[in-house]
């Protein structure tokens, strides 16, 4: 039985999951990614730090490849568009500063990738074609006492994509950052506001590679500001967020390059 397919939600603790040779090694270097995020451009006075890379997985051989970047400025970007879920960005292109080549290639970021679309299920006409992973490297960073950190959406929402994972990597010197998960009646509501009976569970995500998943037409989804604590230095929150969403051969009358705009159009 998956527990992700039963209710829409599912917890694991990764670290006695994946097992291999090296892992220590690869989750340091995971680990240390996340010492130099740039700055969320797009939130910069949420103290939110991230990079971003696509994948698409192959059905059944689970072989994962890196979609290429665009590149802008000398620098490397993938191109994100976010549905029209997120309240806070609808309908808009961003793009994020890729995920350096030295992370993609690490061998657990692939097993993490790989555990969790064997943890997905689709309508079989949805998983034709290889399915797309956005993988999100977001750190939430406290500098001094009285900052806050805050999560995008900041309420229990939905992301719009039909599944999503988070993994935690590294939590120090926080308060809060406390992850909430009801029904999707409750979208947009704060976890405080519900009663008890509202709330499917709320937990804390600690240590290294604590992770859980949402199938998301069946659960709403929150994570909690974060404070810094009471030792000295800055505090941090760090996560892998992986989604999956499918890739479906276009209606032809939804595909932009079938106008005819050729002088827009470009060889890849
Ligand atoms: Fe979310």
Request: charged letters at 45%.
């Given at each position: 039985m998956s527990q992700l397919k039963e209710t829409g939600f599912a917890y694991y603790d990764l670290i006695n999951m994946i097992k291999y040779e090296g892992i220590e090694t690869d989750l340091e270097k995971l680990t240390s990614a996340f010492d130099n995020l740039p700055p969320d451009e797009y939130a910069p006075h949420l103290n939110r730090y991230r990079r971003y890379a696509r994948a698409v997985v192959m059905p059944k051989t689970y072989q994962i490849q890196w979609l290429p970047e665009s590149e802008v400025d000398g620098k490397a970007y993938y191109e994100y568009f976010q549905g029209s879920f997120n309240p806070e960005y609808t309908g808009e292109y961003r793009r994020f500063p890729s995920l350096t080549k030295e992370t993609m290639a690490n061998r657990l970021l692939e097993k993490i990738i790989r555990f969790d679309f064997k943890e997905t299920f689709w309508m079989r006409e949805d998983a034709l074609m290889p399915v797309h992973a956005g993988v999100h490297f977001v750190k939430l960073q406290v500098e001094k006492e009285g900052d806050v950190a805050i999560s995008s959406p900041n309420n229990l929402h939905q992301d719009g994509e039909p599944f999503t994972f988070a993994h935690l990597i590294r939590r120090r010197n926080i308060l809060g950052g406390m992850n909430a998960i009801s029904n999707p009646?409750?979208?947009?509501?704060?976890?405080?506001?519900?009663?008890?009976?509202?709330?499917?569970t709320s937990f804390y995500l600690e240590n290294p590679l604590e992770s859980y998943g949402v199938y998301d037409p069946l659960v709403t989804h929150y994570v909690g500001e974060v404070e810094k604590g009471d030792a000295d230095g800055p505090g941090e929150r760090s996560a892998i967020l992986i989604d999956f969403q499918p890739t479906v051969i276009a209606n032809p009358d939804e595909v932009?390059?079938?106008?005819?705009e050729t002088k827009e159009m470009v060889f890849v």
């Open positions: 009646s409750q979208r947009g509501k704060m976890p405080e506001g519900l009663d008890e009976k509202d709330i499917t932009r390059s079938m106008r005819g």
